[in-house]
């Protein structure tokens, strides 16, 4: 490994994305959930940024994206804490098992 | 000054307190509407007398019958105009009577046609042109009529005048009825001054045009007029108990006479087809030879109009209405049922005296007989004084009814004259003894009056003298004519004898027991201390009207010269009413008894001086009884102990109705009950029964069948659901496991279709 | 500088350039260490003289300024307690965390033209977010600790932090609008010259803001009267109650690295970096490494200047209830900061057409120093006079013998 | 090995192994102190991509008001016990395959080094896109606005005119939605009084 190449980081970009999605598919507490996401989201953050640094076509797109994204995060998670906090109120805990009066 | 049509007066005068009625009814409609939102409308409610029951609906009453008494005094002197009284020197019966010769024929006819008119009113029975019966409104006015009119409208005119002060006590907003009790104590209501004179001028309005009519129809419906308005005044204190039985008791007994009246008037329209008095009089002889009217209808016919006059003037078998009755006010009691619509009976058996037959009149006689004497002899131990002037009511009436049926038409209807006069002066007097002592009827705790209630004392004194028959007071001639009539009638029929021992008997015990209540009343220690203390003269609203009545009572049958009863201007030979009696009518259906008259004409003298002693032992036996008190009444009730029990329960007729009629009835219409709800009902069950069976059936196979493939459609659905539902934890994390699983499905059949696409051609 | 190394040296490119970052870091957390260690030793000075005190005086001699030093020894040997209930792990953590953001923030700090580690394109916006994340520290310590003092502490911390981030950010891109970069180094270079060239001159909108972001500057390194999170009055010590020895001075040294960070980026932005403030030209230009020597030293003076200012207020203003800390961030700060912002846009929209806005600077420098000027000579002629008469009801200081006792009314 | 492979496998070893300690530490707030770690290293990798806003944003955004907001959340709901919240052995035997499957699946998928031509070696420091260049494309400079390609084709595929994009709009929408969402979690995280009230 001479150099490090757009794969690399995909791979850590991907290792992030697994990570953040079985954090989701593991995390009983509802905030681990919510960290779960932002870990996809970083994920996909890596892969667009690698893009932009190894594609000239995307090098501002992917930037910009990246971006976008964070920016989106970030209301994301004012709104997923809200919403575990308004959880918390009504179940007196934030177990997202709890959560199932949609059960079929 | 002269009129086209002066009979139009009177309609204008019948029609007066009928205007009164509507302006009061729309009112008092006007106020109960507007005093469920009283703020909206608070101007007008004020101004139609707010909570307080208002003076002018009496204003407004009174004016109206006064007003027709006026138009009726102005239309009976054109009446005089028109129809001059004959001299007394020509024969009676003969051409000096108006309608008698063919001369006067003419003229009649047209002075007949300016005193009647009517209106087409409903036309019945149209199914072809041919035969079609007009029901018509009309007037007709004689002399019968005129001076009817006059009577009933002066009467009416004073009791209205009286009433002002008798039913002050309404004027409150809130009445305390002492009589009536509820939880919390007394009731209490609203004051109904105004609705008293609004029944009183539907009153007016029912008996003028009763009087006014010229055919049966009219009648009739004004018969059911005033019936309506006796059970509402009977019914004026409805909350007593009492009041109301009474008021039912009135309404039903007259039922049963105005279902005879129906008869006979079903009778005389299938067989003459008209209501007209005159045609109807026209028609009778010539239907009577050709046989189309059979003798034995025109029987049951004048035996059904005399249910309905026994029903309304409270004859034998329906008379027991009448003392009851007196648990309406006293000046109901004073006009309706004393002087004006118990005598509609009377009047009416007058007005179609021509359809009575000899066996029917014979009928009239003994039910008058009967009547007379019973209720005299029922008012000798009543204690109440309105049941003792009740009683006499009833009493009078049969000597009305009395001389009708033995052919004393003149005697019968002068006698009604005369007798709403003092009756009503009687009753007026006895409210207003009543009202003085503060609603005391019973005569037991009255008393030694006379020094507080002087005018009362007095104009009932004239009253109680005028019905006993005290010379050239007014009742002496009527009853003189009754008297002498039914000596005649005795002299030419001898198997009669009850027809004259019973109204000679019952002229004593008329005097004896209002020379009684008037002892009783009036003078003597007072028996109430209580009662008399408190007692007083009766304002003068009261007091006027018992002045003129008393007046009247005494003058209004005088003729010249004053003191022969034939001469009277009123009921005498060549009278007033005399001019109406339907003679050419008799003497068409040879009814005339010509040997009877001149009976009559001889025993005038021989009866007045029987009805003198008669008069004279009652006021003896009164007198020592309750004025000296040599005997002791007491004593006298212990003595005849069984008599007066049988008396004191009047006959024992309620009870005899109540076992023979009301009971039965109520069994009967127990047993059509059980009918209704074992045989009826229990058809209509076991139908519905047999019903539900078939449609049970029927559901069977809904549910089996029909709805059996629906749900088996629905449960394979709910079944598939069921299975899948299971994929539905509920658990975000196992969705997002799934999600992962399924990006990797995606990937591999992506991975896998693009190789064979690859590998394809 | 890794050119040298990797050529001359002869070491391989990567090594040179990890060695050269190295020496870098070693300098910046030896300036941390040292400014950290005068820090203590002036506040000590300052509170004492603002309370009518000496403070130390006798350690190293005069004015005591080896007593910092002294007390750096206590209590490296102090024991290291971590209570029972507490996370280790985090209790641990807490203060490297916040040392680290702390330090970071130096790694865009030009001291002086070139001097600087890494020169950024962004570097005000990278300082501040990574002073941003030194709260994250914080909030570590305040809840490792297993004591609801510290957890109140840190929360409090944390709500602080995170709110007053905002005006201080939009505070900081008033002078950024008016530079056009966020380059720091380009910034300083552009208010070379007399100080009415400074940014905080620039106009009454950068003028307000340098206040503002002062202010806010105060309130995120948890400085009084901004201090909730360690109010002893009713946290007993807050975020740091458990803490003792090392680890406590780890978070001083983080507390007083971000006070000259935040001092350095208001230095920067406002007050002319390393400028003299009367030379019409950029030193180091003129006079090479010399230059570069004075420039530092210049901007070290700024920065401990405004440090010291920290100290006047700190020692000054009572403490805010939490809620007024809340409310003069929320209701105050953020509007005030947001209007400087829509009016240094308009500002320079217009000084493109209106000249005359360009000499505003010129007016606000001169107002400014004629208010310092009249407020240093009062301060002179009030120096020394005990100030009785400001105090209604208290005795003269010597009655005259005789004299009868009268309070001044 | 260059200084820049040193640090990218010192870097992403960072990250990625705190990322792991995000997925297997049980208590959350270790997860978020891991979780911090996690994105101060992809800072670290924006860092050594030549993406200093990105980055800085990053550190500011994520570190500063996300995490800092995490935090939060955890410290005012973790009142309840943590020890009902573990899941099952199974449970980690299952996402653990999934996962591993997942993750090859993404390795696989891969474009690889010759799916954008000659990218084995990242392009010069002067093709790095600067920060400035970022604002001007935001703010729609007609020179800065890059060429709209965002569908990636490949240089065989015919060429297609091309017409520059600008991300004013975009951004600007972002923003809004922003303000939006923060209004929004305002009113959803309002105090509340709880129904029947407090126990």
Redesign the interface.
Known sequence: MSEVSLDHYLVLGAVLFVCGALCMAMKRNAIGVLMGVELVLNGANINFVAFARYNPVFRLEGQVFALFVIVMAAAEAAIALAIVLNFYNNHMTVDVDTAEELKG | MHLENPGLLYVAATLAPLASFLLLLLAGGLRLALRKNRERGAALYQMLGGDRPHRAAAFIATGAIALSFILSLVGFVYFLQDHPLPPHAESPHAAGHPEGGPAAEASSGSTADRWAGSVRWAEIGRFNSTKSTVLALGYRIDSLSTVMFLMVSFIATFIHIFSIGYMSEELAPVVEDHQVHTEEGHLHRRGRFGRFFLYLSLFCFSMLNLILADNLFQVFLSWELVGICSYLLIGFYYERTSASNAANKAFITNRVGDAGFIIGLLILWTYLGTFNFQELFHKLPQALQDGSLPKWALIVAGLGIFLGCVGKSAQFPLHVWLPDAMEGPTPVSALIHAATMVAAGVYLVGRVYPLFTEEARLVIAYTGGITLFLAATVALVMTDIKKVLAYSTVSQLGYMMLALGIGGWVAGLFHLITHAFFKALLFLGSGSVIYGCHHEQEMTRMGGLYPKMKITAITMLVGVLTIMGFPLFSGWYSKDMILAQALGYFLVHRQHFLLLALPLFTAGLTAFYMFRMWFMTFTGPPRDEHVHEHAHESPRWMTIPLIVLAIFSVCVSWGSPIWSAESSYLGGHHGLLEMSEPADELKNLKMMDEALNSAVHDSHTLAEVLAYVAAGLGVLFAALFYYWRVLNPADAKLQFAGVHRFLWHKWYFDELYSAVLVRPALHAAHWCRNFDTYIIDGFINRAAWATTMLSRWDGIFDLAIVDGLVNLTGRIIFACGAWLRRFQTGYIRSYVLFLVLAAIGIFFALTYFLNLAAAGP | MTEFLSTRLGLAPGLAALLVALIAAVILITFMLLSAIFFVWLERKVSARIQDRLGPTRVGGKFGWLQTLADGLKLLVKEDIIPTNADHMLFRLGPYVALAGSFLAFVALPFGNGVVAQNMDVAVFYMLAVMSSEVFGVILGGYGSGSKWALFGGMREAAQVVSYEVPRAISVLVPIIVAGTMNLSTIALQQTGAFWNWYVFHDPFTFGAFWTFFTCGTASCKRAPFDLAEAESELVAGFHTEYSGFRWLIFFMAEYGSMFAISGIAVLLFLGGWHLGFLPWELSDKIGILGNVINVLVFIVKGWLLVFVMMWVRWTLPRLRIDQVMMTCLRYLLPISCVLLLGVSIWQLLSWQITVLVYANYVLAAVCVAFVAWFTVKLTKAGGVTPTHMMPGAWPAAPASGAPLVPRT | ??????L?LII?AF??LS??A??VSQ???????W??F???G?SG??FL?????????????????????????????AQ?P?I????GAA??V???V??L???G?????????EA?GS?????ANA????????GE??LGLPGAM?EA??S?LPKTATAVPRTRVS?LL?FEI??V??LV??I??????RA?R?KGGLP
């Open positions: 090995m260059s200084q820049a492979t040193i990218f992403a990250t990625g990322a792991v995000v997925l208590n959350i707030v270790r997860s978020a102190v979780l911090l996690t994105l101060a992809t990798v924006f991509l030549g993406a200093d806003f990105v980055a800085a944003t990053q550190l500011l955004i994520y570190v500063g008001g996300i995490l800092v907001l995490v935090v939060f959340g955890v410290m005012l709901t309840g943590f009902t919240m573990k899941v449970e980690w299952i996402a653990s999934v996962g499957l997942l993750l699946v993404l390795v696989m998928s891969m474009p690889g080094p954008f990218s084995e070696a990242a392009p093709q790095v896109s600067s920060s400035t260049q970022l494309t935001f890059p390609n965002v990636g991300y975009p972002v923003s939605h922003l969402v923060l929004g979690a305002a009113y959803l995280a509340k709880r």
